[in-house]
T-cell receptor
Framework: NAGVTQTPKFQVLKTGQSMTLQCAQD?????MYWYRQDPGMGLRLIYY???????DKGEVPNGYNVSRLNKREFSLRLESAAPSQTSVYFC????????????FGSGTRLTVV | AQSVTQLGSHVSVSEGALVLLRCNYS??????LFWYVQYPNQGLQLLLK??????LVKGINGFEAEFKKSETSFHLTKPSAHMSDAAEYFC???????????FGGGTRLMVKP
């Protein structure tokens, strides 16, 4: 019963480097989401995938790309990291796009220097 | 567009005292409302949700919230605070489709012995 698994848990990047944050869920959920969490701003949606094969932009998509690799996996890529992307990133999944309540991973703490 | 405002970024109560965390929302459609809790260095856990059934919603760990349409509020309460309740709490609103869960800025609850 792992739920939502994110890797890595911590990462330090230099400005301009690229990396991919991985997310996998084992609950057979259809919908998956990437959020970033910054102090005082709550969580903001970066991208989401309502179902396998579809992805859509959220509130703050600039500087990011996503891939819904299969039903289980949803990755987030930073092509050229910037200090403004220093944040804690959370992946979440939902049974479908109805409101059952999201299941969140434990987060990736990313620092860009 | 929907939005969530949580009044008070920090709330401090004594152990055994009433907990009241405030949440006001705006939504152009009948909302779905959620409260999540985040313990240090962890992801978010669903506390409770309102999906147009009973206006008083009971959640885990003795928390409950009341949906008041006339006040556009969904405040979270607990009659008696416990030390283990110390965490950050997030209110969130979703539209009918559930694709865009919008979070408030969060309230950090501190419990004094």
């Amino acid at each position: 019963n792992a739920g939502v698994t994110q890797t890595p848990k911590f990462q330090v990047l230099k400005t301009g480097q690229s990396m991919t944050l991985q997310c996998a869920q084992d609950m057979n959920h259809n919908s998956m989401y990437w959020y970033r969490q910054d102090p005082g701003m709550g969580l903001r949606l970066i991208y989401y995938s309502a179902s396998e094969g579809t992805t859509d932009k959220g509130e703050v998509p600039n500087g990011y790309n996503v891939s819904r690799l299969n039903k289980r996996e949803f990755s987030l890529r930073l092509e050229s990291a910037a200090p403004s992307q220093t944040s804690v990133y959370f992946c979440a999944s939902n049974r479908d796009s109805y409101n059952y309540g999201y299941t969140f991973g434990s987060g990736t703490r990313l620092t860009v220097v | 567009a929907q939005s969530v405002t949580q009044l008070g970024s920090h709330v401090s109560v004594s152990e055994g005292a009433l907990v009241l965390l405030r949440c006001n929302y705006s939504s152009s459609v009948p909302p779905y409302l959620f409260w999540y809790v985040q313990y240090p260095n962890q992801g978010l856990q669903l506390l409770l949700k309102y999906t147009s059934a009973a206006t008083l919603v009971k959640g885990i760990n003795g928390f409950e919230a009341e949906f008041k349409k006339s006040e556009t509020s969904f405040h979270l309460t607990k009659p008696s605070a416990h030390m283990s309740d110390a965490a950050e709490y997030f209110c969130a609103v979703s539209d009918n489709a559930g694709n865009m869960l919008t979070f408030g800025g969060g309230t950090r609850l501190m419990v004094k012995p």
